[in-house]
């Protein structure tokens, strides 16, 4: 993948990230759920993936449904 | 609804499965080849893992999430808590809210998956009011109201018997419960699927349900159904361990549904019980319910004819499931059972029914009744042919 592209939204589990997923395709707005890169912090769950240029717009689709965000992070 | 195709599901056509009070059957096709398809080509844990197949079982699981949500018009699909059944929906539900000094009310209908939590609770210093209902299992909601005390917190009340069918007055109940600041905890074991239930609507706070009866999933599958007016911080997970989230942490996560939900869960079951919701949804519950009440009515008028069989609840379609108790004088229940079986190929349930509180209601304890349970693949036909059979053994009891 080309990182430079991307940033990340982290949520609380992989339930939360497959929510955060269903909302996004609902909103338009295409993500990929892959797992959280190590440099951004150590656990073994996933993260969704979205274009840098669709931030804002995703974590307004997100919080207007109430889904608690841990982190955003550019990779 | 079309029930076509019948004679195609059963794999032994000459039986006649009157037992979907317990555990409905057949299955619809669709929920085999879901849970086919995630041994085949899924199969990794759900929600542990970040590869394709991790996400892809954590997506089946999700899926199921929201087929549930749906079915009950719950806003939020991670307020959908899985487990094994509705038993320990139930016991998540109970023993993670009640604590010693509250008082909670419950009905004398109820399943022992209410009852002995609740005796084992009791013990432990909560107090417990069984509210009395009629010979025909009829609650009258003024009785809930009069039995509220200052340290009342919750009102757990099935929303159907699943000896005699009858339908408890769970919305009424609801809006006492709301007006006193009070938790709902519906156990619809015997209603999910087969009768509409909003959670909204009924203002229900905690809706308990299992995946194999009317929700045509398989068995290992239900769940809690936690609504918004629930303080979160108080539920006490019934077990804890490994969630696939905040994994540097030693604590228990303190959101739903991982917090209520650890150890991996049956995820091929849970593939087969979103295909069984969504075959329910496509069918309409109110279609599934006009059907299973058409039979139900056919069945209580076939029985009712009959000399010296005694039917037990409402007898009213309006106000029960599809479930039918009777006993025929002068022979035992587990002996018409056996008849039925061997004579007849007619497969029902007979004895107490895990509900001796519910018995001793309709004045059945410790005898128990027969006790007939129709579902969405029931036909007419099997209908006559379990009149007919027991207006045979009624006669040769005589």
Redesign the interface.
């Known amino acids: 993948m080309t990182s430079s592209q991307h940033a990340v939204i982290l949520v ?5 990230a ?2 955060a997923e ?1 909302l996004l395709q609902q909103a338009g707005i295409g993500s990929k ?4 890169p190590r440099h951004v912090r ?5 993260c969704v993936r979205i274009e840098r240029a669709d931030q804002e717009a995703a974590l307004q689709a997100l919080e207007a449904a ?1 889904v ?1 965000i841990e982190g955003v992070h550019r990779i | 609804m079309n029930t076509a195709g019948n004679a195609v599901l059963f794999p032994q056509a000459n039986l006649i499965y009157l037992d979907n009070a317990a555990t409905s059957w057949p299955k619809p096709p669709e929920v085999t080849q879901a849970m086919v398809h995630f041994m085949e080509q899924v199969g990794a844990n759900p929600g542990r893992s970040a590869h394709r197949l991790s996400v892809e079982a954590a997506r089946i699981v999700y899926a199921a999430r929201e087929a549930v949500a749906e079915l009950f018009n719950v806003p939020d699909p991670l307020h959908v808590v899985f487990g094994a059944n509705g038993t320990e929906a139930l016991n998540l539900a109970l023993r993670g809210l009640l604590r010693p000094g509250d008082h909670v009310i419950t009905s004398s209908m109820e399943h022992n998956s209410v009852m002995r939590p609740l005796r084992a609770l009791e013990r432990q210093g909560v107090e417990v009011t069984v509210v009395r209902c009629s010979p025909e299992g009829f609650l009258d909601p003024a009785d809930v109201k009069a039995a509220v005390r200052p340290n009342t917190l919750m009102i757990a009340l099935n929303h159907a018997s699943n000896v005699v069918g009858t339908l408890l007055p769970v919305a009424e109940v609801g809006r006492i419960a709301r007006a006193q600041g009070l938790l709902l905890l519906v156990d619809a074991a015997q209603t999910a699927g087969a009768y509409p239930l909003d959670m909204a609507a009924d203002e229900i706070d905690l809706l308990a349900f299992t995946g194999h009866k009317s929700l045509y999933g398989s068995m290992g599958t239900g769940g809690l159904v936690v609504g918004e007016r629930v303080d979160v911080s108080r539920l006490e997970p019934l077990k804890r361990g490994g969630t696939g989230s905040r994994s540097e942490q030693e604590e228990q996560p303190d959101f739903l549904p991982d917090m209520c939900e650890s150890g991996t869960l049956n995820a091929v079951g849970l593939a087969g019980l979103e295909a069984g919701i969504r075959w329910v949804l496509r069918q309409g519950v109110e279609a599934i319910r006009a059907h299973e009440m058409k039979l139900t009515q056919q069945l209580i008028e076939g029985l009712q004819e009959i000399p010296d069989v005694t039917l037990y609840g409402g007898l009213d379609t309006a106000r029960q499931t599809a479930t039918v108790s009777l006993n025929i004088a002068g022979m035992e229940p587990s002996e018409v059972g056996l008849r039925l079986d061997e004579e007849y190929s007619i497969l029902c349930r007979v004895g107490l029914h895990c509900a001796p509180a519910a018995h001793k209601t309709i004045g059945t304890f410790p005898v128990g009744t027969v006790r007939f349970g129709l579902g969405a693949f029931s036909t007419a036909l099997e209908v006559d042919a379990a009149v007919e059979a027991i207006r045979q053994l009624a006669r040769e009891a005589r």
């Open positions: 609380y589990s992989t339930s939360h497959l929510r269903r759920l892959i797992p959280v150590s656990d073994c769950g996933v109430g608690e």
